[in-house]
């Protein structure tokens, strides 16, 4: 059983494609296989664009939402984030359903109208005089309306191991949910611990995030190879478990504390000064004070007062741990939930998976924005490390039922 379970996993995801096999015969032909891999470049092109444009937003929000709306704090912009994937969740059923009855362009075009509206709203969500920070909520609701995906795929047929299935979502579940809060937390995190200012967040997490994306890459490309020695299980596995290191080693440790927003409330205050020193205030004030407001741990987080500061090393070691663990995770899981559902169409699972996804993207930044703004980080990287730990539990359990369709139904009965 072992064996054929580890076959299973370094067997091609799509079978055998070479001309003139049994398979290659039965699923399609020749002109269908060179078109569908058209489709499918068109679709990276397409996601790729995504992620880009979505990865300039994601970095740039919580300043925006700060200088359009003073009202707001970290625990809203976790409802900001978390909109975008209500939204998604939302419109993926409808899009999918209307995609089944009528051409698949029809659903495809408005997707795309929605999202370049909501995307235009986003950009003068500045210019209301009130409640700015509320369309911004409503901006990113819609973007995630318009981002809903119509897969072309129908309802699965054969007998699927549930128990796995439904161990699959969760995990996948936790993945997204792991990514989606630390994406949310990071540019907070580093204005309160490191003082950063609007404009220097944006630019060095923007530079960390990239060098992430740069390092899933390479993740990417050897995963191909290490799944053929250790198996696609195994991998997911000890990607949990770096992940799980690399939030260990976010927990806050030392005796040193962040710099608190109002020590600039009193550096700039000018009691008992000289004339030249009001003058140079004056001067300075317009570049600084206004462009770049007060920096450090804001005083109405409590936690601010008591929790040691998160050193940059830890916080860097931490990212490098996330982005080995999060892209090995996420493939893994794709690919064994695909051989686990097997040859058939999986229409109605594969709309299972994208609905937890989309619940972990709306679930994870509410959670955080709220634990870290109320606790702090050491609560909210301590309760992120019990959920991993139990994503690693439930794996150990499940293990030997995550095996392919083929192996549970083809070559054991044969």
Not at 154 to 179: E, H
Not at 223 to 232: A, P, V, Y
Not at 268 to 274: D, E, F, G, M
Not at 379 to 404: D, N
Request: aromatic share 12%; net charge neutral.
């Amino acid at each position: 059983m072992a064996s054929l379970g580890l076959e299973a996993e370094q067997e091609p995801l799509l079978g055998d494609r070479t001309t003139g096999s049994r398979e290659w015969d039965i699923l399609e032909t020749e002109d269908h296989y060179k078109s569908r891999w058209r489709s499918i470049r068109i679709l990276y092109l397409t996601m790729f664009l995504s992620s880009v444009g979505f990865s300039i937003v994601i970095m740039s929000i919580w300043p925006y939402l700060q200088k359009i709306d003073q009202t707001a704090d970290a625990s809203f912009l976790g409802w900001v984030i978390a909109s975008f994937s209500l939204g998604q969740m939302v419109a993926s059923p409808v899009f999918g359903l209307w995609s089944n009855y009528r051409p698949r362009k029809e659903p495809l075009i408005i997707s795309l109208s929605i999202s370049v509206a909501a995307n235009c709203l986003y950009a003068y969500v500045h210019v209301p005089a009130s409640h700015n920070k509320y369309y911004m909520l409503v901006a990113r609701g819609l973007v995630g309306f318009g981002a809903a995906s119509t897969d072309e795929v129908q309802v699965p047929q054969g007998n699927i191991d549930q128990v796995a299935v439904v161990a699959t979502n969760i995990v996948f579940f936790v993945i997204l949910f792991i990514f989606a809060l630390f994406e949310t937390i990071v540019t907070p995190l580093t204005m309160d611990m490191y003082a950063w200012t609007r404009e220097q967040a944006v630019l060095y997490d923007g530079i960390i995030l990239a060098a992430l994306g740069v390092e899933a890459l390479i993740i990417f490309m050897g995963i191909k190879l290490l799944s053929k020695k250790i198996g696609e299980r195994a991998i997911l596995l000890g990607g949990f478990i770096v992940v799980w290191v690399g939030f260990f080693i976010l927990l806050p440790w030392g005796n040193h504390f962040p710099k608190i927003q109002w020590e600039d409330l009193h550096n700039t205050s000018i009691p008992n000064t000289t004339f030249g020193e009001i003058i140079i205030t004056l001067w300075k004030s317009p570049k600084e004070d206004h462009n770049e407001g007060p920096t450090g741990c804001p005083i109405g987080q409590a936690w601010c007062f008591y929790t040691p500061m998160i050193h940059l090393a830890q916080f860097l070691t931490s990212a490098v741990l996330i982005g080995i663990g999060y892209p090995s995770c996420n493939v893994m899981s794709y690919t064994l939930y695909s051989k686990i559902l097997g040859p058939k169409p999986q229409g109605v699972y594969m709309g299972w998976l994208t609905a937890s996804g989309s619940a972990a993207r709306i679930l994870g930044p509410v959670f955080i924005s709220q634990v870290y703004t109320s606790w702090g980080p050491r609560w909210a990287f301590s309760l992120v490390c019990g959920i991993v730990m139990l994503t690693i539990i439930l794996l150990g359990v499940v293990y030997r039922r995550l095996v392919a369709f083929s192996v549970r139904h083809g070559r054991i009965q044969e």
